[in-house]
């Protein structure tokens, strides 16, 4: 048995599923486990903050968490099937065909049997409602990473649905995958003193799978110190519509 396992960045998982899943604070929705967001329900970048500054009083801070104890779950499948048979890979880097011969060498397969334009789509879209679903496929260019690492997670509400099929024009990002712009948030980019945060939060836990598993994201091992240079923060804010902290 071989165990592929993949993880993303973070921050970007943290406000991926916070947009893509909705919880039992959406007053207006029946919830029930694995619903997604909606026209429905409201999400925000000043709201995912203040989910993240609670630690734990408010819904959808258990992403957070599940990402802090990803290396002991990486770790038991070592245990259970060997290191040599697990190979742990970053999201971001599945649109690079590199990646590809590294899965093809671990399962003892060519690289030729991968169909490069799979390599450069994505499934289940969250940018927009309606390119969700595990039937909805878009596109991202050759050669770049996938627009699945910044939105695989819900960024439409249109994009959502077991048969939704969304694509993009040769060459380009499927709509709302740039820079993690998702449609239930009004496509306004996560705070950068919210990404801070989010790795501060996780350095731990990245460290250990930088140590163990060969899994590195800079910004992390950081602390955030160098996540978002000239971004969107609170601080100063006020002429975009929101105060300080």
């Known amino acids: 048995t071989k165990v592929i396992m993949l993880l993303r960045d973070p921050a970007d998982f943290f406000w991926a599923a916070y947009n893509f899943w909705s919880s039992p ?3 207006k929705i029946k919830w029930r486990p694995g619903a997604w967001t909606s026209e429905q ?8 903050h203040e989910v993240l500054r609670a630690g734990g009083k408010l819904h959808n801070y258990h992403f957070i968490d599940y990402w802090r104890n990803t290396p002991d779950r990486i770790g038991r499948f070592r245990d259970v099937f060997g ?3 697990l190979l742990a890979l970053r999201t971001e880097d599945l649109g690079v ?3 590809w011969h590294r899965v093809a060498d671990f399962l003892g397969l060519s ?13 289940n879209s969250g940018a927009d409602f309606a390119s969700r679903g595990m ?7 050759p050669g770049t990473a996938a627009s699945g690492s910044q939105d695989e997670l819900g960024a439409d509400f249109a994009s959502r649905g077991m048969d939704a099929v969304g694509g993009a024009a040769p060459g380009t990002a499927a709509s709302g995958s740039a820079g993690g712009l998702y449609e239930v948030s009004g496509r306004r980019p996560m705070l950068c003193e919210s990404r801070d945060l989010v790795y501060s939060l996780t350095r731990d836990a990245c460290e250990r799978l930088d140590r163990e598993f060969g899994l590195r994201w800079e910004a992390c091992l950081d602390g955030g110190a160098s996540a978002c240079p000239g971004g969107v923060g609170l601080r100063g804010a006020k002429a975009g519509g929101y105060g300080p902290i």
Do not use: C, L, Q
């Not at 329900?41 to 995912?48: G, I, L, Q």
């Not at 690289?111 to 499934?123: L, V």
């Open 83 to 85: 290191a040599e048979n």
């Open 25 to 27: 604070g959406d007053a």
């Open 111 to 123: 690289p030729d049997g991968f169909d490069k334009r799979m390599i450069a789509s994505k499934t």
């Open 41 to 48: 329900t409201y999400r925000s970048p000043e709201h995912a």
């Open 97 to 99: 065909e590199a990646t």
């Open 135 to 141: 039937d909805a496929v878009g596109g991202a260019a």
